[in-house]
Each structure stands twice: as structure tokens, then as C-alpha cells.
């Protein structure tokens, strides 16, 4: 959609939090608060995205990735009327519309906003509020009309005991034509906080003869502000609900809904089975008919149909197809577990790709490795890939038998069909088809004993 611009406020240090950090930069699974407004608004890709900053400019500026965004700042924090009129420098001869949102309504959708936008154009408005209907209104502006028709806004400090008891109210986003600039112009810190207030535009858009609307967002959720870290774990709380009813409906059981956490973008096929305790962080994708149990913890990874995560820490990894992993395994960055592959009780594995029916199932670290198909990988067995400077590749072929408490020292190439004998410590490459068995002679000498 073109034909609008956005300004996204975002300068205020939101001292509720308790934090060091803006309010904007805390996240809500695992995405700052800031970003998930740019990616709502990105959705319906403006002419402009302007974001007005202030309190910890810098560090929000950092964790941009967008290039179109402008950056304004306000140095001084004297209201959102004030904020808005940053933008002015960028839009001033700007002749569409102009969406101005606050930076911590994080469940805001794109297709809302679109409403917003679309009825500023449909009838002409110089100003289209989106309200919302709460029970406890308390602490927001308050709506108020005249026979059904917006009247004006009053924030919560400067109402009156009868606009109080109000509960439709101004979720702070609204839809302005090019008269913005020439409103905000005219606003006044007339009020309780001695701030100029957005707000207020509505009053004197009405004063100059122009159109004012309003429409009411139907899930209020959208528009919750996040002012506090309990209001950040209330958004949280939402977006998990929202996934887990997705996911039911999608046909993925979930055993305890209450405990377990499935991130917003999380990708689960049905027939899959989540246990309680399980968390399923960002950037995760499953199978069909998977079973995910214990206390697992999974992000940034794909998890191929009908394989079984049983207490295991996985990161960063693509698992295959009927995969079994665990119980307490620890799966890392850049791990490829093919088809078949078994990786169990306490075995670590870190930039491993092991092919398809391999498996290493006790106490074992495979690290900076290829291991071929059909390998047994017995307990205890370590790839030593680092020479304390830099780290060296461990190479075992196809049908390979490691015993238990082998070590390899990389870099170490381990042909197809070996056997390699247990407590065997291996320095060198082995040939296909051979037996290796590095370790020293086993000696008996005599024991004296002391009497």
C-alpha cells in the first residue's frame, strides 16, 4: 500500500521499566518492541517510516536493520505533540496520509492499521482515532462524543469524575491527513503535565472545519501499551495463547498448555506431540508426527517429520527425518543430523553433519566433524578439534565402528569400514577397512602392599 507514510514515536525512556535499557529495545520473544511495530507498519509498505527518537538513541539506532527508516530525534521530551513534530522536517510537503503510532504496541496487525488508514481515505477525515473498549480504562485518554460523533480526547489527569467512568479510549494511533502539521502547530501544554498532547489535534481539527472519525479495533489486545515488565509478560502471555490455539486447530497436540512455551513464529506439523516443560524458542520449525518431551529447549532450528527430541538443549541445528535425540543431549550451532540419526544420554555435538542411521548414544562430543553413514559411535568418544589455537575437522567413513573411550586427535581422517578399537587414542588417518588400536600395552607388575 502506498499513498502514507508512517512516524513511529519512540523517544521516551519508559522509566517504568526499571532499566537501564529503553523501554523501546526490551524484548518480547526474543524481538525488541520497536521492531515488532516497524515490521507491522513495514507490512504495508509506506512511502515513509519515520521514527522519532530520544532516550537511548543510539542503541536503538544499532539494532535497525531496515534501510528506508529516517531517523528524527527529539532531545527534549515535552509531549507526543512535540515528539510528532520532529517528522515535520521530513514530511512537510508531504501530500498523503500519515500513520503515527508509539513504538510499544508490539500486537498491533497490519491489517488493523490498514483500516485505520483506509477510512482516513474513505471519508475524507483530516483524523481517524482508533479506540478500543477496556473494563479499567484507568490511565487512558478517555473518548468523548456528542450524539455518536467524536467530540475530543482527555487525558486521564484532566478528566472529569464523568469522562472517567468512560471506557472506550485512545490507544494512541491515529491517521492524520497533510493538515497535521498546521494542528499540531496550534496545540498548547494547557493540561495537568504541562506537555503538548496529540490528542488535542482532534479539538483543533474540529475548530478548523475538518472532519474528525474514529474506529474501534475489535481484539483490544492490539493496542496494549508496554509500560511495565508486567505488562510485557501480559503481552508475552498473549502471544503464547494466540499460538497455541493456532496450533491446536492446526492439529498439534500440546499436553499441558499452561507449561509449555511456543514462540509466535514457531512452525509445528500435525500429529506432533509437545510434552510439558518443553520451550520452543524463535526461529524453530518441526515435523509431522514428532514428539518433543522433558524439559527440551529448541531455537533457530528444523526438526525433520516423525523424530523425537526427548530433555535436550538444541541450537542452531537441522535435524532429519525420524531422528531420535536424547535424553540429554546437547545439539549446537551448525549441527546436520541426517535421516535415522541417533544422538543420546549426554552426547554433544558442534558443527557435526553425521549422515543418515549413524549414531553416538552415550557421553560423547562430536565436534568439527563428517561422519558417514551407518556409524557407531561408541561411549566416551571425543573428536579433540581444538589445538588451542584453531580448530581441525574430524573425518569418519561410512560403516565405521568406533569402540567406547576413543579419542581422535584432529585433524584425523577415518577411511570406510574401519574398526576402531576401544580406548584407542588416534593421531593418524586410518585407511578403509582396517582395525586401529592406539594404546599402549597393557602390563602387570607387582604390587607391593603395605602390611
Known amino acids: 500500500m502506498k499513498n502514507f507514510s508512517a512516524v513511529i514515536l519512540a523517544a521516551g525512556p519508559g522509566t517504568r521499566m526499571k532499566s537501564s535499557l529503553p523501554k523501546v529495545m526490551h524484548s518480547l520473544s526474543g524481538k525488541p518492541l ?43 521530551r515535552l509531549g507526543s505533540a512535540h515528539a510528532a513534530m520532529q517528522a515535520e522536517k521530513v514530511l512537510k510537503n508531504y501530500e498523503g496520509n500519515i500513520l503515527v503510532i508509539s513504538a510499544d504496541v508490539p500486537l498491533i496487525k497490519p491489517s488493523t492499521l490498514l483500516s485505520l488508514i483506509n477510512n482516513n481515505k474513505k471519508i475524507g477525515a483530516s483524523i481517524t482515532v482508533l479506540t478500543a473498549e477496556v473494563e479499567n480504562p484507568f490511565g487512558y485518554g478517555r473518548i468523548v462524543k456528542k450524539g455518536g460523533i467524536l467530540e475530543k480526547i ?18 494512541g494511533i491515529y491517521c492524520f491527513d497533510k493538515n497535521l502539521w498546521t494542528a499540531l502547530s496550534k496545540v498548547k501544554p494547557d493540561n495537568a503535565k504541562k506537555e503538548y ?51 491446536l486447530s492446526d492439529g498439534v497436540s500440546i499436553i499441558d498448555t499452561n507449561n509449555v512455551y511456543i514462540s509466535y513464529d514457531a512452525k509445528i506439523g500435525g500429529d506432533t506431540v509437545v510434552y510439558p516443560g518443553v520451550f520452543i524458542d524463535t526461529g524453530v520449525s518441526i515435523g509431522k508426527s514428532c514428539i518433543i518431551k522433558g524439559t527440551s529447549y529448541i531455537i533457530n532450528s528444523k526438526i525433520g517429520d516423525a523424530s523425537t527430541i526427548s530433555y535436550s538443549y538444541i541450537e542452531g541445528a537441522v535435524i532429519g527425518k525420524n531422528a531420535k535425540v536424547g535424553p540429554f543431549s546437547h545439539i549446537r550451532q551448525g549441527s546436520v543430523l541426517k535421516e535415522n540419526v541417533s544422538i543420546g544420554n549426554f552426547s554433544e555435538t558442534k558443527k557435526a553433519i553425521i549422515a543418515k542411521n549413524s549414531k553416538a548414544n552415550h557421553l560423547s562430543y562430536i565436534g568439527d566433524a563428517r561422519v558417514g553413514e551407518n556409524v557407531n559411535i561408541g561411549a566416551g568418544t571425543i573428536t579433540c578439534n581444538y589445538d588451542g589455537k584453531k580448530k581441525h575437522e574430524t573425518i569418519i567413513g561410512s560403516g565405521s565402528f568406533v569402540g567406547s573411550n576413543v579419542n581422535f586427535i584432529a585433524p584425523v581422517k577415518i577411511g570406510r569400514s574401519v574398526l576402531v578399537a576401544a580406548g584407542s587414542t588416534v593421531t593418524h588417518n586410518v585407511p578403509s577397512g582396517k582395525l586401529v588400536i592406539a594404546r599402549a600395552k597393557q602390563e602387570l607388575k607387582h604390587r607391593k602392599i603395605d602390611e
Open 197 to 247: 498532547y496529540i490528542t488535542d489535534t482532534v479539538s483543533i481539527l474540529k475548530g478548523f472545519g475538518k472532519k474528525v472519525s474514529l474506529i474501534a479495533v475489535k481484539d483490544n489486545y492490539e493496542v496494549k501499551g508496554i509500560n511495565n515488565r508486567a505488562e510485557l509478560s501480559h503481552a508475552e502471555n498473549i502471544l503464547k495463547d494466540r499460538k497455541i490455539k493456532e496450533l
Open 154 to 171: 482527555v487525558e486521564e489527569k484532566d478528566a472529569t469524575p464523568a469522562e472517567k467512568h468512560i471506557k472506550e479510549i485512545n490507544s
Open 34 to 76: 520497536i521492531k515488532w511495530v516497524i515490521d507491522s507498519v513495514s507490512a504495508l509498505k509506506p512511502d515513509n517510516i519515520i521514527l522519532v527518537l530520544g532516550h537511548g538513541a543510539e542503541l536503538v539506532k544499532k539494532s535497525l536493520s531496515e534501510s528506508n527508516i529516517k531517523i528524527v530525534y527529539q532531545t527534549e
